[in-house]
Nanobody, 125 residues
Framework: QVQLVESGGGLVQAGGSLRLSCSVS?????MGWFRQALGKDREFVAA????????YYAESVKGRFTISRDNAKKMVFLQMNSLKVEDTAVYYC?????????????????????WGQGTQVTVSS
């Protein structure tokens, strides 16, 4: 049984920073962060693998957001710097239980099996 619990969301002014955390219980293969703004589809933000240094980012957050992990504590983080109003959304931690055969699946909601409850991030101007 995999459970994901996010924390760290909140209200911040544009240009500020926030750090999201995701506590992971159970075995997972790949972790991701997604976000969903009001009235929009859920979109990919960042992804990483527990056993690889590779990370991937959406173009809209590249250079501003950093995904990282603490293997010992089974936690995943999303450091968000230089936040913009358009970063306002509910942010979700996601986990995949195994490798997927579809290219680019780490960027799609279909590539993940488990989801956290989400944490609100609001960036004010």
């Amino acid at each position: 049984q995999v459970q994901l619990v996010e924390s760290g969301g909140g209200l911040v002014q544009a240009g500020g920073s926030l750090r999201l955390s995701c506590s992971v219980s159970g075995h997972t293969y790949r972790m991701g962060w997604f976000r969903q703004a009001l009235g929009k589809d859920r979109e990919f933000v960042a992804a990483m693998w527990w056993s690889s240094p590779s990370t991937y980012y959406a173009e809209s957050v590249k250079g501003r957001f950093t995904i990282s992990r603490d293997n010992a504590k089974k936690m995943v983080f999303l450091q968000m710097n230089s936040l913009k109003v358009e970063d306002t959304a509910v942010y979700y931690c996601a986990a995949a239980r195994s490798i997927c055969s579809v290219s680019g699946c780490h960027r799609t909601t279909e590539g993940y099996d488990y989801w956290g409850q989400g944490t609100q991030v609001t960036v004010s101007s």
